[in-house]
């Protein structure tokens, strides 16, 4: 074969075709906040809010100034703290664990299932009762809608009634996903998301949001947002934090909101070409049936010491991957001291192993996707 590779290499997340799209709009909108100079809390942030908690239908949107933010700010609200244990899959990203050890409980892992990446209802129970022999209080639950696909948020939910847990849904991967017709942000006790740039919602830097239909939760929640206060900013009746989301950011993202269902079908399009291209040569994502991803991550399995070969075939081809996640959170340094549920996480273990992931945006076009169709199937040949 005399194949010639395209040197031009593919950005794995195309944030410039986006920028290409909305340039005008998003100048204008920055431009506006300029000229006002409020630049925090701002009206584009009350506008931001009203349209998020439209899109997922969620009775509060509260918008903060990262996606850990959101996970912390609904742990502080809820007093978790010393003493409680937090159920969190170990196969995601550190944050859904650290804000729990930043509030001083224990974060209990729990396995998931490898067909989801998401954690496995099954694993609550036991894990819970891990958490007892140790003396701790199971108090919350966080499922990750790992690479945006949703959790079986129905089967956490029952589980979660059964140890009187409250459900945090970490959505920052997942937000804009549908489960049983419902939007994340819209199904937890309480989700928070991120608009970290490359997730599916991202804006210039950093911001998040909570969602939630509890009024005394999101009432707590806007007070620790600005250091806990009362009835101005000078009344302090609890401990909080600077947690707010720029003004200049919520303009932003309230023109890139605007896009967002168009760009969902588009990423669901190239999943689904993805999936036609390199489902009979590697484990490609499914979706279940009643569910939505808005594929913050196109992820495929190999067997165990097949993906460092592929990387470095499609790397020398211009097309970059990344291992989401290479070590699972119960082996990190900073976590292994914590404890692992009854039931173990033999799962997580054999995912970190087997996982790569690929250029995934909604920009990315069908003959640059073929060309990385054909270097996928090219090298997992050879
Ligand atoms: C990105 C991410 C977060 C944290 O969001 P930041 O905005 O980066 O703080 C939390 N959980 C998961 C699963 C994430 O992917």
């Given at each position: 074969m005399n194949r010639r590779p395209d040197p031009a290499p593919i950005p794995f997340i195309d944030l410039q075709a986006q920028r290409r799209r909305l340039g005008g709009a998003i100048d204008a909108a920055v431009a506006r906040v300029l000229t006002h100079?409020?630049?925090?809390?701002?009206p584009e942030v009350a506008k931001l809010e009203s349209e998020l908690a439209a899109f997922c239908g969620a009775r509060h949107a509260i918008s903060c100034a990262s996606g850990t933010d959101a996970l912390l700010l609904v742990l502080m609200a809820k007093g978790i703290g010393p003493g409680d244990a937090v159920f969190c899959p170990s196969?995601?990203?550190c944050a859904t664990a650290e804000v729990v050890a930043l509030v001083g409980a224990t974060p209990v892992f729990v396995d998931v299932e490898a067909?989801?990446?998401?954690?496995?209802?099954?694993g609550l129970a036991p894990a819970a009762a891990t958490a007892k022999r140790l003396g701790l209080k199971p108090k919350a639950v966080t499922p990750v809608d790992l690479f945006g696909l949703p959790a079986d948020h129905d089967a956490i939910a029952a589980a979660a009634k059964a140890e009187n847990l409250f459900v945090l849904d970490d959505?920052?991967?997942?937000?804009g996903a549908s489960y049983k017709n419902r939007?994340?942000?819209?199904?937890?006790?309480a989700c928070a998301t991120s608009?970290?740039?490359?997730?599916?919602?991202?804006?210039?830097?950093d911001g998040g949001a909570i969602f939630t239909d509890d009024d005394k939760l999101a009432e707590v929640i806007k007070s620790i947002r600005v250091h806990?206060?009362?009835?101005?900013?000078?009344?302090?009746?609890r401990i909080g934090l600077t947690a707010r989301l720029d003004t200049i950011q919520a303009a932003i993202l309230s023109e890139k909101l605007k896009i967002f269902p168009e760009e969902i079908v588009a990423r669901d399009r190239i999943a689904q070409r993805y999936a036609e291209g390199l489902g009979n040569i590697a484990i490609t994502p499914t979706v279940p049936k009643g569910y939505t991803s808005v594929w913050a991550q196109y992820t495929i399995r190999l067997p165990k010491g097949r993906r460092d070969g592929l990387a470095a075939a499609l790397k020398t081809e211009g097309i970059p991957t990344a291992i989401?996640?290479?070590?699972?959170l119960h082996r990190q340094q900073a976590y292994k001291h914590f404890p692992v549920g009854e039931g173990g996480v033999a799962v997580s273990d054999r995912l970190a192993d087997e996982v790569i992931s690929l250029p995934m945006h909604p920009y990315l076009d069908a003959p640059t996707q073929d060309r990385i169709i054909d270097a996928v199937r090219r090298a997992l040949k050879g």
């Open positions: 100079c409020q630049f925090v809390m701002g196969f995601t990203f067909e989801s990446f998401n954690l496995d209802p099954k959505a920052a991967q997942g937000f939007k994340l942000g819209a199904i937890a006790d608009f970290f740039p490359a997730k599916p919602l991202g804006c210039f830097g806990g206060q009362g009835s101005d900013k000078y009344d302090n009746v989401y996640y290479p070590i699972p």
